[in-house]
Structures are given as structure tokens and as C-alpha cells.
């Protein structure tokens, strides 16, 4: 069983930053992908970035290009999501997942962290 833990969500001000982690504890495999996604109220969870295991690369959503920074520490397990430029848009239940390298489908998540951006 693998365990997600996210943490650093919380208020902030339009135009702030705040920094999520996730750290993965627990069953672990040799190669691992990780990812964040948020739902806002009354809306479905989408995606919002990724990492994978081989070269790091990353991924991310339209609407987070060039404001949200996504990175891991391998030796620790965690991932990390810099987010900056934060918008009243932003505000949203935000969620680590973690896949098997080489897997479609994200078969691990954690309980989530909120994000609220006032304007």
C-alpha cells in the first residue's frame, strides 16, 4: 500500500505563492510517475501537472503554464508545486496521485490539500 501525504495548501492573496508537497511513504517501486490535480466546488478533478521518473520530464495544464513549477526529490519521495501568479481561479482541492512508470492510469492518491486565492 502506498501512502500520499500532501501538504502547504492554504489562504493567500491573489497574485501570491504557495509551495504543495507530497510525500509517498509506504510500498514503493523502482519507477514512479507523480502528478497533482484540483477540483474546484461543484466542478470534476482535473489535471494540473506531472513528473515523471526517467529524465523528470514534466507536464502541465494550459491554464498553470509559466506560473506553476512542478519538481521531486527522489531521495526523500516527495513532489513538489510551486505555485506563483496565484489567481481567485486557482482556488481548489488539490491532490497528489502517483502511477507505476509505464502505467495509463493513476492508481494511488492522497486526501488533498486546499487551496483558497482571495482576490
Known amino acids: 500500500q502506498v501512502q500520499l501525504v500532501e501538504s502547504g495548501g492554504g489562504l493567500v492573496q491573489a497574485g501570491g505563492s504557495l509551495r504543495l508537497s507530497c510525500a509517498a511513504s509506504?510500498?514503493?517501486?523502482?519507477?514512479?510517475?507523480m502528478a497533482w490535480f484540483r477540483q474546484a466546488p461543484g466542478k470534476e478533478r482535473v489535471f494540473v501537472s506531472a513528473i515523471t521518473w526517467r529524465g523528470g520530464s514534466t507536464y502541465y495544464a494550459d491554464s498553470v503554464k509559466g506560473r506553476f513549477t512542478i519538481s521531486r526529490d527522489y531521495a526523500k519521495n516527495t513532489v513538489h508545486l510551486q505555485m506563483s501568479s496565484l489567481k481567485p481561479e486557482d482556488t481548489a482541492l488539490y491532490y497528489c496521485?502517483?502511477?507505476?512508470?509505464?502505467?495509463?492510469?493513476?492508481?494511488?492518491w492522497g486526501q488533498g490539500t486546499q487551496v483558497t486565492v482571495s482576490s
Open positions: 496521485a502517483l502511477k507505476t512508470t509505464g502505467t495509463i492510469d493513476y492508481g494511488y
Open positions: 509506504g510500498r514503493t517501486f523502482s519507477t514512479y510517475d
